[in-house]
């Protein structure tokens, strides 16, 4: 999978974007300025593969400039979580991979699209595939949310996947043939990653279990001479030594006053 990445990304080299994240930022700037004035904007501009074919192909591109619908704060806050997480992601990768994220999930976006031409498409999950790649890179990041209340981004990362879960089970064909699109770049790009992570984590159990397993074998520090137990078969169980017995004769509290005491000759080896 990797090979195949690298010869796309060598291919698609001499015509990358470099901050394409940052332009398409100012661009739905301008189309989130517009539409309030024109209120039919936005109709005009998302992906609708049946108005595609009557002509409008404008469309199959306009689609990813289309703002995020809610008050200037909240898309404020995104443009500002989309630019961070974006050029983060351009200057790990390098322009010419970034690009290629970008450009799988838009075709594959559009790919689905067609097959069920009637609905409308949206950019949001196109977008939150850049917010997935980011966390999984960096699982441990502090994300601020509205810059007060700090939470680790692989949190958010979880309740994200267990939302596209339910979105796939509850929503129609459109919202799940969408939601595959979206995340196609992310387990080409991940998916070796992903392998290694799931088997390091059997290992790590594996291990632990043999720990686990090796600390009930440990030689015992006290036994009782009577019964045979231990500190590590009871150990909640009190031991003491005896001093009418010869030698170092320990016991449990159960015998430690009804035992026979010890001679020199009888003290266990």
């Known amino acids: 999978m990797n090979r195949l990445l690298d010869r796309l990304e060598r291919m698609i080299r001499p015509v990358s974007v470099p901050q394409v994240t940052l332009g398409l930022i100012v661009l739905q700037i301008l189309v989130f300025l517009m539409a309030q004035a024109r209120r039919d904007l936005i109709g005009q501009l998302d992906l609708v593969p049946d108005n595609v074919l009557r002509g409008e192909i404008w469309r199959i591109f306009t689609f990813l400039i289309i703002p995020p619908i809610g008050n200037p704060i909240c898309a404020a806050f995104f443009w500002y979580l989309f630019y961070l997480m974006g050029t983060a992601l351009e200057g790990y990768w390098g322009v010419a991979r970034y690009n290629l994220y970008l450009l799988i999930g838009f075709l594959t976006t559009v790919g689905v699209a067609f097959l069920v031409p009637d609905h409308a498409v949206s950019n949001a999950f196109l977008q939150g595939?850049?917010?997935?790649?980011?966390?999984?890179?960096?699982?441990?990041?502090?994300?601020?949310?509205?810059?007060?209340?700090?939470?680790?981004?692989?949190?958010?990362?979880?309740?994200?996947?267990?939302?596209?879960?339910?979105?796939?089970?509850?929503?129609?064909?459109?919202?799940?043939?969408?939601i595959l699109a979206s995340i196609c770049n992310f387990v080409l790009f991940f998916a070796a990653d992903i392998g290694y992570k799931i088997r390091g984590a059997r290992r790590r159990m594996a291990y632990q279990a043999q720990l686990?397993?090796?600390?009930?074998?440990?030689?015992?520090?006290?036994?009782?001479?009577?019964?045979?137990?231990?500190?590590?078969?009871?150990?909640?169980?009190?031991?003491?030594y005896c001093s009418k017995c010869e030698g170092a004769c320990g016991y449990c509290m159960d015998h430690l006053h009804d035992h026979t005491h010890v001679s020199k000759t009888e003290v266990p080896s």
Request: proline share 4%; hydrophobic share 50%; with cysteine.
């Open 129 to 178: 595939s850049v917010f997935l790649a980011f966390a999984f890179l960096n699982p441990d990041f502090e994300l601020y949310l509205f810059f007060l209340l700090p939470i680790r981004i692989k949190w958010l990362a979880l309740l994200t996947w267990i939302s596209y879960g339910v979105m796939a089970v509850t929503g129609d064909v459109s919202t799940r043939l969408v």
């Open 212 to 240: 686990i397993a090796t600390a009930s074998e440990k030689e015992f520090y006290h036994c009782c001479l009577v019964c045979g137990i231990t500190d590590q078969t009871h150990p909640q169980m009190d031991f003491r």
